[in-house]
C-alpha cells in the first residue's frame, strides 16, 4: 500500500487537517504523521518522507529546490492543503517529474464574514471600547458608522470578493469594486478604476491576488488617496501592502484606522508593529480557520490522493504535463 507524508505538526493537525479527514486518508494508504513537533525545513521533509509516495503539506512547509534535490526516488505528488504553492518550487518539482497540487478555496465564506466582522469593529469601535473597560477605564463615547449607506471598496473581484459583494449588497452598503481582469454585472455593484475605489471606499478590502505586479498595490500614493475618514482592511496578502506607507498613514491620520487578518510576517501573519496599534485590528491568519474551511481543504486532498491513485490526473494539478513519476499508479 502506498505511503503518504502528512507533514502537519499535531497542532497543526488538529486545527487545519482534523480527525475525519486523516480517517479518510488512511483508508486510502499508509499515512506517516510528522510528530517531531516542528515545521519540516528540506532537509528534514526528505529525510521523513524517504519511502513515501505522496507528500500531503501544510502552508508552512516549504518546497523549495533544495528539497527536490534531494527528494526520494519513490516521490511521485507534493499535495498542498492551501491555494497558496507560492512557497513551493513548482519548475524543479517538474524536473524530477513530481506533481504539486494546490487545494481549492473552502475558506470564501469564513473570511468574508470576519470581514464584515472587522467593518463592524472599525466602524463602532469595539475593540478600543473593549480594551479600556478591561484596562478599568471608563471609555469616552465616540460617534460610530453603520455599514448601511456606507460604501465597500474591493480591491479583487474573485471568489471571496463576489461572496463579500453580495453581503455588503444585503446591509445596504454600496459595493465598489475595481479588477481589471473580470467584468462586474452583478446587481447593486459597481465597477470602477483602482484610482476611484481607493478614493470612493468608507471600507477598503484588499482582496486582490499576490504576485510580482500586485507587490506593494497598497502602497504610499494609494494611501494618500483615500479618505482620512476611511478604514483600510486586508483579507489578502501582506505583499501587497507596503507596511511603512500604512504605518506612516495611521501616524499621519490620512486614514481612520485598519484592520488585517495578513502580514508579512511568518505564516503570513500580521507584522507587530502594526498589530500592537491601537487604531489596528489584527488577527493570526485565522479568518479562514472555521472546521468547515479547514475539512473542506483537507478533504480536497483526500480526494486528490484517491485520484492518483486510481490512476487518475486530480484536480488543482500545477504541473499536470511534467509528473511523470504519476506513472508508478499506473501499473
Do not use: W
Not at 168 to 185: E, L, Q, R
Amino acid at each position: 500500500m502506498p505511503t503518504v507524508l502528512l507533514t502537519h505538526t499535531p497542532d497543526m493537525l488538529a486545527n487545519y487537517y482534523g480527525d475525519r479527514a486523516l480517517a479518510a486518508l488512511r483508508g486510502l494508504c499508509n499515512v506517516r504523521l510528522n510528530d517531531t513537533g516542528k515545521v519540516l525545513d528540506a532537509a528534514a521533509l526528505a529525510k521523513l518522507a524517504q519511502g513515501c509516495e505522496i507528500i500531503v503539506s501544510d502552508r508552512q512547509t516549504a518546497g523549495p529546490a533544495e528539497f527536490f534535490a534531494q527528494a526520494p526516488a519513490s516521490l511521485a505528488a507534493f499535495l498542498r492543503v492551501a491555494v497558496d504553492i507560492r512557497n513551493i518550487d513548482v519548475a524543479a518539482a517538474s524536473k524530477i517529474g513530481v506533481l504539486v497540487t494546490h487545494a481549492t478555496p473552502g475558506f470564501i465564506p469564513s473570511v468574508a464574514e470576519q470581514t464584515i466582522g472587522f467593518m463592524v469593529d472599525l466602524g463602532r469601535h469595539v475593540s478600543r471600547y473593549t480594551a479600556e473597560y478591561r484596562a478599568g477605564h471608563d471609555p469616552e463615547p465616540v460617534m460610530g458608522r453603520q455599514l448601511a449607506g456606507a460604501t465597500l471598496g474591493i480591491l479583487g473581484y474573485g471568489a471571496i470578493g463576489q461572496y463579500l459583494a453580495r453581503l455588503g449588497v444585503a446591509f445596504g452598503m454600496k459595493v465598489m469594486v475595481s479588477d481589471p481582469f473580470k467584468t462586474v454585472s452583478e446587481p447593486g455593484v459597481a465597477q470602477a478604476s483602482f484610482e476611484d475605489v481607493v478614493a470612493a471606499s468608507d471600507f477598503l478590502v484588499c482582496l486582490v491576488i499576490a504576485n510580482e505586479e500586485t507587490e506593494n498595490l497598497m502602497n504610499a500614493a494609494a494611501f494618500a488617496r483615500m479618505k482620512k475618514s476611511a478604514f483600510f482592511i486586508n483579507m489578502s496578502r501582506g505583499n501587497l501592502v507596503d507596511e511603512k506607507a500604512l504605518e506612516d498613514a495611521l501616524d499621519r491620520k490620512l486614514i481612520a484606522g485598519a484592520a488585517m487578518d495578513v502580514g508579512r510576517a511568518p505564516d503570513q501573519k500580521p507584522s507587530l508593529f502594526l498589530a500592537k496599534r491601537p487604531d489596528v485590528i489584527a488577527t493570526p491568519h485565522t479568518a479562514g480557520l472555521t472546521p468547515d474551511a479547514a475539512e473542506h481543504q483537507a478533504f480536497d486532498t483526500v480526494n486528490q490522493v484517491k485520484d492518483i491513485l486510481a490512476g487518475r490526473m486530480p484536480p488543482g494539478a500545477a504541473n499536470a504535463g511534467a509528473a511523470y513519476r504519476l506513472s508508478i499508479f499506473s501499473k
